[in-house]
């Protein structure tokens, strides 16, 4: 059962063991994940961008062998969800217009309530991203994935029926990194929590910058950040990456962890980010083109 009392309610931030290019391996890790933060009582949880095929598959995203294997795990990640009070956020890669993104799945009880393509697509430094991935900048389209017609689309919030505080906005890695992060944008749309699906890797000096880039995020936005960064299988070829979770709140770390798959667990307080806004003066909002979907965290009556 999730847990919901006072506004409070539980969000997980999880690095599954993967294998590259394994979706199905992948996806029984992350089913199995999802299971245990059920267990825990999570609302919400979050996992690597491209956690179901690996992010370091390089020229294997074109295969549609690849991409056809991240839809089927996909499959039975919405099987096994199916039955959960919970929200659930995966990375993998998505098809649409002839062109492949780098996608966030948003799920909830078997449904894709939305896919949120990354806008910011980096190609400097170790990153060569733009060799496979488009940016999803501007794109309001649908796409068909796993039998469903789910909209693919950057301005999505999504909310939950029971307590409406509780509207979650998405981005991927570099998005936080850029000029103008998405959730900038997501929160002024109303967005109290934010999700961030990443595979940073690690080098001198940047787990203390990521750290204070979600921190100092979650405080500019008054909102709840939700990071899940890759770990254990990814491709260590040319990068290392450490698993470096972390969940804050309006300017402070809940919980953070590195260098350990499995869950970074932390209770959100919505109520009091609204309440904050609404006090503040100050607090950006907006109400230009957006697209809702809601989603409970409550059993259905049978």
């Not at 294997?60 to 919970?86: K, N, R, V, Y």
């Not at 787990?207 to 939700?226: F, K, M, N």
């Not at 070829?237 to 667990?265: P, S, Y």
Request: with cysteine; hydrophobic share 40%.
């Amino acid at each position: 059962e999730t847990d919901m009392r006072d506004g409070f309610f539980r969000a997980a931030a999880v690095t599954p063991e993967i294998r590259v290019a394994d979706p199905i391996f992948n996806a029984e890790r992350i089913c199995g994940k999802i299971e245990e933060g059920a267990r825990l009582g999570a609302g919400l949880m979050v996992f690597p961008e491209l956690c179901v095929t690996g992010y370091t598959c390089g020229d294997l995203f074109l295969q549609d062998a690849l991409l056809q294997g991240a839809e089927d795990a996909l499959s039975c990640i919405l099987e096994e969800t199916s039955t959960l009070d919970m929200l659930t956020a995966v990375g993998l890669p998505v098809r649409g217009q002839n062109e492949l993104y780098n996608c966030a799945a948003v799920i909830s009880k078997g449904r894709i309530l939305g896919l949120v393509p990354k806008n910011h697509i980096p190609n400097y430094g170790e990153f060569y991203e733009a060799r496979w991935f488009t940016s999803g900048e501007g794109l309001d389209s649908s796409v068909t994935l796993c039998g469903q017609y789910p909209d693919l689309y950057s301005s999505q919030l999504f909310v939950c029926e029971e307590m409406p505080n509780l509207t979650v906005g998405v981005e991927l890695c570099e998005d936080l990194w850029a000029v103008a992060p998405p959730s900038t944008h997501l929160a002024a749309l109303g967005a109290t929590v934010i999700l961030n699906l990443s595979a940073s890797d690690e080098v001198a000096g940047k787990s203390a910058y990521r750290r204070q880039l979600v921190a100092g995020q979650s405080g500019r936005l008054v909102c709840g950040y939700v990071y899940a960064d890759a770990g254990e299988g990814e491709s260590t070829t040319d990068l290392v990456f450490a698993g470096h979770n972390i969940i804050a709140e309006n300017g402070a770390v809940l919980a953070e962890t590195r260098f350990q798959t499995g869950l970074t667990v932390s209770e959100i307080d919505v109520d009091r980010l609204a309440f904050e806004r609404r006090k503040m003066n100050t607090y950006d909002t907006q109400t230009t083109n957006w697209v809702r979907a809601t989603f409970s965290l409550c059993a259905e009556e049978t």
